[in-house]
């Protein structure tokens, strides 16, 4: 089974960016979704975004228009590029992926978003 590394994490201020990224130990072509969840403080775990291997992509509308999910199927890897970050974007963020019956998890990255 693939493992999934996430990275970019920290701390930023309102309004700035951070860039996420999701490296997986062997290839996703195979896993239809790969995607980003996030856990926020005190709540449950919710959709961020998911990107298809046909590149059909979803985002929670909480994110739409500030958030970007991307694929790179030949390295592997998939990114979040998150603008306009608002404090309640302050979440654990997981990368995913899921391919038939196998959900895979990442072991998640920290993104606070104070001044």
């Known amino acids: 089974q693939v493992q999934l590394v996430e990275s970019g994490g920290g701390l930023v201020q309102p309004g700035g960016s951070l860039r996420l990224s999701c490296a997986a130990s062997?290839?996703?072509?195979?896993?239809?979704?790969m995607g980003w969840y996030r856990r926020p403080p005190g709540k449950e775990r919710e959709l961020v975004a998911t990107?298809?291997?046909?590149?059909?992509?979803r985002y929670a509308d909480s994110v739409k228009g500030r958030f970007t999910i991307s694929r790179d199927n030949a390295k592997n890897m998939v990114d979040l590029q998150m603008n306009s970050l608002k404090p309640e974007d302050t979440a654990v963020y997981y990368c995913?992926?899921?391919?038939?019956?196998?959900?895979?998890w990442g072991q998640g990255t920290q993104v606070t978003v104070s001044s």
């Open positions: 995913n992926g899921v391919q038939a019956m196998a959900v895979m």
């Open positions: 062997g290839s996703i072509v195979s896993i239809e979704y």
């Open positions: 990107i298809t291997n046909r590149g059909n992509i």
